[in-house]
């Protein structure tokens, strides 16, 4: 029988089906109740025509019907693309020409955004969640239909989700996620951290991130509710968390930061936090040690679209002395460093490309062969991250592949650069990039947002590197920018700034 996420979902409701499963504003689905509104939206989708490999694409922020309706269409062979509600209209009209979604679920929030991509892409069905406007509305689409399960479709390597990566050298690419890669997934998920049973999760990390998405399989696997937090705030957050009695979630570590300067956290009962699951980037010692103090372990994450999530955890009992790596494989999950050129293995301590072996991988990009082929052509996929592993298997993440500068033959990661750089108490966001230099190829230059108010020195700078670093590393020259420039998610567009150079 081919592994199926419509029948990890049925499954659940069979065996729990008065469980507490989707919560959020205004409701409290059971897992039979979910399971009932999922096989609607299949319903739904069949009368509209739609079959087995078409596209629908939610617009959504964190509720259950963009994940109702994603099981509904996985039930029936749909595969479901979670668009990002950041992006401008052109980059979503290039996103749904792309996938050539037929069907566009939108928040109400975001009328005024579909007015203006309605004309411009494929789909002419739509379907709105809440307010008012000439589409139908969600819960409309699945009234008088029925709960009874569908005939399932598709299954095991078909996709069942689109997620497009973020584009910081060009054109977003879409990520194609089987049946079979959000299983193994959500078995990592559940087998590597403290995923209990019963256990009760918020989801605040954006579901068109894996790292928002991916934990609703686990949930689902592992029996746990899920409550729904469209927008994040933290300070509403910890009131949220007392209330819902939540045990665990998924940030980033700027969401860590803002939630620390909440009011009066102490006063407030956070027994039932077991930890808080945190990624995208290093999680800093100093953070980890300020949630412990609170009685709340931090589990670092490293995870990657095209590897459907996790490809490795440091939780606490691994040691704070491991903190600043990321941790081990998930479980079913095998990383390896190698070199980039040839593909050979590398020995322990030395750095290489990170990469990624497992029933995990992603079955390809949307459309796009020549990037298949180059991601994942030799059997393995090639993370474009520079990494390294210890004696113990602790993988330790140095930068990305395409932002190493070469200086005099020697490799610079600048991700090294930024994190001694951040230490100055001056500096509110740095980013380095090499510059073309006709002695040594390229030289690291430093782009550096100074806090209000503070005048920060070149000079200052370039010592404080010198004393940290060795002296190839070193910065040798200074900018200073009012704002890095980023993408929607976050990343920052080191093309921008090399372009200054040109």
């Not at 979902?9 to 059971?30: I, M, Q, S, T, W």
């Not at 006709?438 to 108010?453: C, D, L, R, S």
Request: glycine share 10%.
């Amino acid at each position: 029988m081919k592994i199926h996420i419509g029948r990890m979902l049925y499954d659940r409701a069979y065996l729990n089906p008065g469980r507490e499963a989707f919560v959020g504003a205004g409701y409290r689905f059971d897992f039979s109740q979910v399971n009932d509104r999922a096989n609607r939206f299949s319903a739904f989708l069949k009368k509209c025509r739609l079959g087995s490999g078409d596209r629908i694409a939610a617009l959504c922020k964190n509720n259950e019907h963009a994940t109702t309706a994603m099981f509904g269409a996985a039930k029936v062979g749909l595969i479901t693309v979670m668009l990002n509600w950041r992006l401008q209209a052109p980059e979503l009209i290039y996103i749904l020409k792309d996938s050539t979604a037929l069907l566009v679920l939108y928040d109400s929030e975001f009328a005024s955004v579909i007015e203006q991509i309605r004309q411009q892409i494929p789909a002419k069905l739509f379907l709105r969640v809440g307010g008012s406007g000439p589409d139908t509305e969600f819960e409309a689409s699945l009234a008088d239909q029925p709960a009874s399960e569908p005939d399932y479709a598709g299954g095991g390597e078909d996709p069942a989700v689109l997620i497009y990566t973020s584009g910081t050298t060009g054109k977003p690419k879409g990520v194609m996620l089987t049946h079979e890669n959000l299983f193994w997934a959500s078995i990592g998920l559940i087998h590597t951290v403290d995923w209990s049973h019963r256990y009760r999760f918020l989801s605040v990390a954006p579901l068109f991130h894996i790292g928002g998405l991916a934990p609703i399989f686990g949930n689902v696997h592992a029996g746990c509710a899920t409550v729904y937090m469209p927008n994040f705030d933290p300070v509403k957050i910890w009131d949220m968390m007392v209330a819902e009695k939540i045990n665990f979630m998924m940030t980033v570590p700027a969401m860590l930061q803002f939630m620390l300067m909440a009011p009066d956290i102490h006063l407030k009962d956070l027994s039932t936090i077991k930890h808080i699951v945190c990624g995208g980037s290093a999680v800093s010692q100093n953070l980890i040690i300020a949630y412990d103090k609170m009685g709340i372990k931090i589990d670092q994450v490293y995870g990657i679209t095209e590897y459907s999530g996790a490809v490795s955890f440091w939780t606490a009992d691994m040691g704070m002395d491991k903190s600043h790596s990321m941790g081990k494989s998930v479980y079913h999950g095998h990383v390896k460093i190698l070199r980039p050129e040839t593909g050979e293995e590398l020995p322990v301590g030395e750095v290489g490309e990170i990469c990624c072996f497992g029933p995990q991988i992603f079955k390809g990009y949307w459309n796009n062969p020549e990037a298949t082929h180059a991601a994942i052509g030799k059997g393995y996929y090639r993370s474009g991250d520079m990494g390294k592993l210890d004696a113990g298997g602790y993988v330790y993440v140095v930068d990305r592949l395409k932002d190493m500068i070469i200086s005099g033959s020697e490799n610079i990661y600048p991700a090294e650069l930024e994190q001694v750089i951040m230490t100055h108490p001056g500096v509110a966001d740095v980013a380095v990039v090499g510059k073309p230099d006709p002695k040594w190829g390229e030289i690291p230059v430093a782009f550096i947002v100074a806090k209000p108010g503070l005048e920060i020195k070149p000079e200052e700078i370039i010592a404080l590197c010198r004393k940290n670093l060795a002296g190839y590393k070193c910065v040798k020259e200074v900018r200073y920018v009012d704002i890095i420039p980023r993408n929607a998610v976050n990343k920052v567009l080191k093309t921008e700034l090399r372009a200054k150079f040109i």
